[in-house]
């Protein structure tokens, strides 16, 4: 289903009124992508389900605070972020934990050691980066979040969302040319 900002407010209104059925139509619609999002930065299956329910009490509760003034996924994320780092918060004062995993291909012992090797290595890189970098790459390169979507969230300007990603992926390249290089010495 394409959740278009009107079917949004149509749900939303219904929600209102308590319609449990247009809750459900909701959940079908944004609990696996909440779920995507808060496991890729929890790392833990079950917290991200209850970031998933957590987030889908919230629209429940108060389906009146969303106002169009960004998508509806977006709205719904950034409820979800809260939630994830108070998740963080509630495990550790300084939190520091945003990771990406490559997807591995088909290929042959040899192949998929270095590839293992490769991607802990990217995982290292990203684990550098501060929060605010990490979740602006996820948000753009994950979840094809636009910048303007991205610094809503972030609740920041555009041009600094900007500003983190440019310096995020220089970090990263960096970080990724020293891992190239120490990979091919020990050849």
């Known amino acids: 289903m394409e959740l278009t900002n009107e079917l949004a407010f149509e749900l939303l209104q219904k929600i209102a009124a308590g ?3 247009a809750l459900s139509k909701l ?3 944004l609990s696996r992508k909440i779920y995507a999002f808060a496991l890729n930065q929890l790392k833990d299956p079950g917290e991200a389900e209850e970031i998933v329910v957590d987030t889908m009490h919230e629209v429940w509760k108060n389906p009146s605070r969303f106002r169009g003034e960004s998508k509806f996924t977006t709205w719904v994320l950034g409820i979800a ?3 994830v780092l ?7 004062p300084e939190y520091d934990e945003l990771d ?5 291909l088909e290929a042959g012992a040899f192949d998929l ?4 090797q490769r991607r802990e290595g990217v995982r290292g890189c990203m684990d550098k980066l501060p929060d605010e970098q990490r979740e602006c790459l996820h948000f753009v390169f994950y979840e094809g979040l636009t910048l303007a979507e991205v610094a809503a969230l972030q609740q920041c300007p555009e041009n600094t969302v900007k500003t983190r990603l440019f310096h995020a992926r220089q970090k ?8 190239l290089e120490r990979e091919g010495k020990s050849d």
């Open 113 to 116: 050691l270095a590839e293992k």
């Open 86 to 92: 108070s998740a963080f918060r509630s495990r550790n």
């Open 172 to 179: 990263i390249k960096n970080c990724l040319r020293l891992l």
């Open 81 to 83: 972020r809260y939630k």
């Open 19 to 21: 319609d449990e059925a």
């Open 27 to 29: 959940y079908k619609a």
């Open 100 to 104: 990406e995993a490559l997807p591995a």
